[in-house]
């Protein structure tokens, strides 16, 4: 029964589960370039790399760190808004930013299908195929090789597709598994079945914060951020609300531009914390090894 529904649920949605797989080759890939390509910034402050910039470039409105360690800067002037990519060690321009067109359409094609919302349905329905593909598997291959122990042993050597077959599938069925549950994860989230935590917000300042802003480096808050916790940096915007939004990996809040102190923060809670580690392990965002691991899963699925 079992290898039965291995074997149909391939055929029937072979289809779906090679765009799935390729999509997120080119995704995790890319990833990886973008990891490859980032210059490293550890040990520095949020303070001192946002000063260094400010120092090079007039009008920011918002400093923004990518998963891959990349820093952009949206800029506002007079006639029209534009980003830019920084070196977080010296704060200057690198060049403009420019998203890709083709990885926007390949991350649609991944989570919808090019079909909108509806086509997230599609993007689960793969996951719980995969899933079950990975248990069904798992439980074929223990039989075949004579139990679940020799899982963990080498697979006696022979020809054929067949042979290959097991050796790909028994290395990869851990992240496959992974994939699979993150995948439902995510799906359950774009329909609202599960809270992502995402509406918890800090309270908004109500005060009036109209002092003379003090030097970016001297900034405590920002002094004791280290960069590589950063996701966000909003600068004020209004001379009567003198604060910087700050979005990190822990939580949000605002930040007085004239004391340094926070006015208020909202730690993450649970929710929010399942969302951000599930969404790394099914990305890879912040993890080039794990991005890696996630490549090689998905060519094995192509393979497979």
Do not use: C, K
């Not at 210059?39 to 303070?47: I, L, R, S, T």
């Not at 067109?101 to 195929?129: C, D, I, V, Y």
């Not at 090789?145 to 599938?169: D, E, F, T, Y």
């Not at 009036?208 to 002094?223: C, D, K, V």
């Amino acid at each position: 029964m079992l290898q039965r529904t291995h074997v149909v649920l391939s055929l029937l949605l072979g289809v779906l589960l090679m765009v799935s797989a390729a999509t997120g080759l080119v995704l995790s890939s890319s990833t990886l370039v973008a990891h490859m390509q980032t210059a490293p910034a550890a040990g520095e402050n949020v303070a001192d790399v946002a000063a260094r910039i400010a120092g090079q470039v007039q009008g920011i409105e918002r400093i923004e760190r990518a998963p891959s360690g990349e820093l952009r800067v949206t800029l506002s002037t007079a006639n029209e808004n534009s980003t830019v990519v920084v070196d977080p060690l010296t704060g200057s321009v690198i060049s403009p930013y420019q998203p890709s067109a083709l990885l926007a359409w390949t991350r649609n094609l991944h989570r919808e299908l090019l079909l909108g919302e509806s086509g997230r349905w599609f993007s689960g329905l793969a996951a719980l195929a995969m899933l079950i593909l990975v248990v069904t598997g798992a439980w074929l291959l223990a039989r075949r090789l004579g139990g679940w122990s020799r899982l963990v042993r080498p697979i006696p050597a022979s020809s054929g597709l067949i042979h290959w077959h097991m050796v790909v599938a028994r290395w990869t069925l851990p992240a496959l598994a992974i994939l699979a549950l993150s995948g439902l994860y995510l799906a359950a989230i774009s329909q609202g079945w599960i809270n992502d935590g995402q509406d918890a917000s800090p309270a908004y300042p109500e005060a009036s914060y109209s002092a003379p802003a003090a030097e970016l480096n001297s900034l405590a808050a920002l002094r004791n951020l280290d960069l590589q916790d950063l996701r966000e940096l909003e600068f004020p915007s209004d001379p009567d609300a003198n604060f910087y939004t700050v979005r990190t990996a822990a939580g949000e809040g605002f930040v007085n531009a004239s004391t340094g102190q926070w006015i208020s923060y909202q730690q993450h809670g649970f929710a929010t914390r399942l969302y951000e580690n599930i969404y790394e392990l099914h990305t890879g965002a912040h993890s080039p090894l794990w991005t890696l691991i996630l490549s090689g899963s998905s060519l094995a699925v192509l393979f497979l």
